[in-house]
């Protein structure tokens, strides 16, 4: 197929074992999250986490290869790419819309089981101006060096958007401690009731999403330094930045939602 790619714009694929390898790594995980919770093992679970890790590694560097030094990624392949970037985030804001869904429907008219109160009588939310709020600064804060490091880039300043990216990927590991430290304080499980459960599920996947855009944001910085990105070519970082702005959208109405509203 690569022989007939001149004669198109397009990307005819080759074969590549990333996608089985990926769907088995997931399939690993959630089996062994499944063992984890009712055996308290944890080797499933580990071995499903690497065999994912060395999926994305392998694949990223396919990726780049093909964008970079194959030149592969035309401007009709960078347009179907960015149609699917766009199309992947409303499949996430779909799926987070499910979680505020079960969480207004439970906290607008909360049933007879859990005492006609929100939040449930015995549970002690979270004051919102302590760690929710500087989470909430910190991930606005990620934002706009994230921008920085996207202008940069455009502008063609590498030191100024390595230095920026960097930030913004401390800023988000910085937040992930915090929210591992506000779980761990936690007075509350997720088995307290459907505002435990509606709680962390939220959050959680919130911050997991925290993790895949800081991995996302890693790998953009390393192919920042090794000058894979010019003013012009760039969308590997472009995808990166509009999935951080999501993250960050979706925590301003967690803050608001259900640690301040709910709360």
Request: net charge negative.
């Amino acid at each position: 197929m690569s022989l007939t790619h001149g004669f198109h714009p397009y990307h005819l694929v080759n074969e590549s074992p990333w996608p089985l390898t990926g769907s088995i790594s997931a399939m690993m995980l959630t089996t062994g999250l499944v063992k984890w919770f009712h055996e308290a093992s944890m080797s499933l679970l580990i071995m499903g986490l690497i065999s994912t890790v060395l999926t994305m590694i392998q694949w990223w560097r396919d990726v780049t290869r093909e964008a970079t030094y194959q030149g592969l990624h035309t401007s009709v392949v960078s347009k179907g790419l960015r149609w699917g970037m766009i199309l992947f985030i409303v499949s996430e804001v779909l799926f987070f819309f499910s979680f505020f869904w079960a969480f207004f429907h439970s906290s607008l008219s909360p049933t007879v089981e859990i005492g006609t109160s929100w939040p449930p009588a015995g549970i002690q939310p979270f004051n919102p101006f302590q760690i929710p709020l500087l989470n909430t600064t910190i991930l606005i804060s990620s934002g706009a060096t994230v921008t920085w490091a996207h202008h940069s880039i455009t502008e063609s300043k590498h030191s100024e958007a390595i230095q920026s990216l960097f930030l913004t990927i401390l800023l988000g590991l910085y937040f992930t401690a915090l929210q591992a430290l506000e779980y761990f304080e936690a007075s509350f499980t997720i088995a307290d009731s459907v505002y435990g459960s509606t709680f962390f599920v939220a959050t959680g996947f919130h911050g997991l999403h925290v993790i895949i855009g800081t991995a996302f944001l890693a790998v953009c910085l390393y192919r920042l330094y090794m000058c894979h990105f010019s003013s012009s070519h760039h969308f590997g970082f472009e995808a990166a930045a509009w999935y951080w702005h999501f993250v960050d959208v979706v925590w301003l109405f967690l803050y608001i939602c259900v640690y301040w509203w709910g709360g």
